[in-house]
């Protein structure tokens, strides 16, 4: 039981229910017979009858938007950390039965890739003859600042053109530049790269190789400049005409902009954010980091790892991205939302019956989907840090 079910749900119930309330217009309150909140079950909250100000309905209407966007994502979370997991346990060769759960808590999670996790170290431990070391680069993440300004504008905080390199903090903004881009082109894996790439190169590197081919071309992570292809983004420099995502100024105004940190206006209600972060999780896009694994040692030791190398070079970046591009932002929107829901019973009389009702009942939502968030972020972490790719 989270803290919220524990402590947060019966003080609100408390201060705010009174015997005339719960038979009112025979609506109630969670735990009380006739108690619910319709909305927090498909995500239509128009029906919602709620009074008060049109700034107490639209922050209650955002606060319950936001959280059943936030359940809806960390269930999806764990269904694609599920999913990852057991594509490596397939991989080395693990039975159907010991990769089957169902997303809950985050307890599918934990029971398949806590499984997958101890057959990476038995597999590991009974291979003592092979060395095996990972280099993976960090996820990328982009939030779309058009869908998050949009959100932001509803609560009166809209971001101009001219603050956006302000908003994003820890990042960088980047988008379509059709005329001049003046800082960095990044172009996807699989195009023609003259720059840093972030996974392995195939082709010249101007630099030091970490593996080679028969003919001497790059065939593995080159700490210098990649001119060929590129198995994850890579970035160019100077790159006027830029066919990728350009950062770092465009001579035109950049479209389809885009934010590598956290995009939060200098200015902005810390609710108003963690709502529209919740509510816009989704739009978020991330590419997969390019991952290089080595394996030293005898010919056998080499073979009995063939399957797990295979799987990691698979299931290892998905599992990256949602370890810790993903995960980390839920988390901190998690407790912004649990914060919110212990603040907001203060205008809840305001707002009417339903109002307590939904409040209370986001309240317990977004405790739970938090907690699992939390889980999910220990059973990515036990997996990779098993192959020691954490």
């Excluded at 109630?28 to 049109?54: E, H, M």
């Excluded at 972030?198 to 071309?217: F, I, L, P, V, Y």
Aim: net charge negative; proline share 4%.
């Amino acid at each position: 039981m989270t803290l919220w079910k524990k402590v947060s749900a019966p003080l609100l119930l408390a201060g705010l229910v009174s015997p005339a309330m719960i038979n009112c217009n025979g609506a109630g309150i969670p735990g009380v017979p006739g108690g619910d909140c319709p909305g927090l079950k498909d995500g239509n909250f128009a029906a919602l009858k709620l009074q008060g100000s049109a700034e107490v309905q639209g922050k209650l209407k955002g606060f319950l938007e936001a959280v059943y966007s936030f359940d809806k994502m960390s269930a999806q979370m764990e269904a694609d950390l599920i999913a990852a997991c057991t594509e490596l346990g397939k991989a080395i060769g693990m039975q159907d039965d010991a990769l089957k759960a169902e997303p809950g808590g985050g307890e599918g999670a934990k029971k398949v890739c806590g499984a997958v996790s101890g057959e990476v170290k038995a597999k590991l431990k009974a291979s003592a003859g092979a060395k095996l070391s990972i280099d993976i680069a960090e996820p990328k993440c982009d939030v779309d600042i058009e869908a998050m300004n949009s959100c932001l504008g509803e609560c009166g905080a809209a971001v101009k053109p001219g603050e956006l390199d302000a908003s994003c903090e820890g990042g960088k903004v980047s988008g379509t530049c059709e005329a001049e881009c003046k800082g960095s082109c990044t172009v996807e894996a699989g195009a023609g790269c003259e720059g840093t790439c972030g996974g392995s190169c195939k082709g010249d590197c101007e630099g030091t190789c970490a593996a080679k081919n028969a003919s001497g071309k790059c065939e593995g992570k080159c700490d210098g400049k990649c001119k060929g292809e590129c198995t994850a983004s890579c970035e160019m420099q100077g790159k006027a005409d830029c066919k990728g995502s350009c950062s770092g100024g465009c001579s035109a105004e950049m479209k389809a902009p885009k934010c590598s940190g956290n995009f939060k206006p200098p200015q902005v209600d810390a609710q108003c954010h963690a709502n529209c972060v919740a509510k816009t999780a989704g739009q978020v896009k991330c590419s997969p980091p390019g991952v290089t694994i080595k394996v030293e040692g005898d010919a056998k030791a080499q073979a009995d790892l063939k399957g797990l190398v295979a799987g990691l070079e698979v299931a290892l970046p998905k599992i990256k991205v949602i370890a810790e591009g993903m995960l980390p932002r839920l988390k901190a929107t998690g407790e912004v939302l649990v914060q919110t829901a212990g603040e907001l019973p203060s205008i809840a009389k305001e707002a009417g019956l339903q109002a307590v009702a939904c409040i209370a009942a986001a309240g317990e939502m977004a405790g739970s989907a938090s907690a699992s968030v939390s889980v999910n972020v220990e059973a990515s972490a036990s997996v990779s840090g098993s192959a020691g790719g954490g």
